[in-house]
């Protein structure tokens, strides 16, 4: 059974494709996005190796933290993302960015970090935590950096913060429903916004979403949630979007289920 920290991150399940008119979902192509990954390698190789090689993959981010091969998912994305046979878009988390803020400023961001499952990347990638002194803290924040090396940071620093298909957005966790996609802030993109996902937006565009875990991924007024807390459910979802068309795939003790 999960302990209540972790029932807490959950909301409540929306009903699932009842709730929209998914005549109006209109990407440019088909393509896969993927939940949030948070350390669990297994179930990432289990899930990719069920999905067809020639679409689209697109991570919302949240690639490290709570699980325990943060770094190896990190690396795994890394060369995924530059197979040039398939299109791979890696959004940026807001995991990724505390890692990033953490290096910038490890006293200001440890103790945040810490909390969220960075320990277990820190571990990950073969660094002791230790004593937090400032001291100390700096010298974990520089063991990090050459750990991870400066192509991988690069890389993470470079991901975006949304990737459009159509009228289909992709973002880690939310979209102002009153700005247009291109006016987003950084902060709503990471973290949310208290009106996401409220009512369906004006500009009639859909949004694929992570950051939130629920029970079940869901469709409700042309918003897609598939984070369902693979680092503590072993459950890793996919969403195969394609005109008028939504299907879910997740990770289970038999492999890969079609919910």
């Known amino acids: 059974m999960l302990n209540g920290w972790i029932k807490n991150l959950f909301s409540a399940s929306r009903s699932g494709k009842s709730g929209s008119a998914l005549s109006t979902l209109a990407p440019a ?66 995991h990724e960015d505390m890692l990033l803020q953490f290096l910038k400023n490890p006293e200001a961001m440890a103790r945040m970090w810490w909390h969220n499952g960075g320990r277990q990347t820190l571990a990950s990638f073969g660094v002791a935590d230790g004593t937090e002194t400032t001291d100390r803290l700096n010298e974990i924040g520089e063991a990090l950096r050459r750990e991870m090396g400066q192509p991988l940071l690069e890389w993470i620093q470079d991901r975006p913060l949304t990737w459009t298909s159509g009228n289909v957005t992709v973002v880690h966790a939310a979209l102002d429903p009153h700005r247009s996609v291109d006016k987003q802030s950084r902060k709503v993109c990471l973290w949310g916004h208290p009106q996401f996902p409220g009512p369906r937006r004006k500009d009639g565009q859909w ?46 003790r038999n492999g890969v289920t079609q919910l």
């Open 29 to 94: 192509e088909r393509f896969y996005a993927v939940g949030d990954i948070h350390g669990r390698l297994d179930l990432l190789q289990r899930l990719i190796a069920s999905l067809d090689a020639d679409c689209p993959l697109v991570f919302v981010g949240d690639y490290i933290d709570r699980g325990e091969c943060s770094a190896q998912v990190l690396r795994h994305l890394y060369h995924l993302s530059g197979v040039k046979d398939r299109e791979v878009i890696c959004l940026l988390g807001n």
């Open 207 to 252: 949004i694929v979403h992570g950051h939130t875990i629920v029970t079940d991924p869901t469709v409700e007024n042309q918003v897609i949630s598939i984070d369902t807390g693979a680092f503590a459910t072993n459950h890793l979802t996919a969403a195969e979007i394609s005109s008028g068309q939504v299907r879910f795939l997740s990770t289970d």
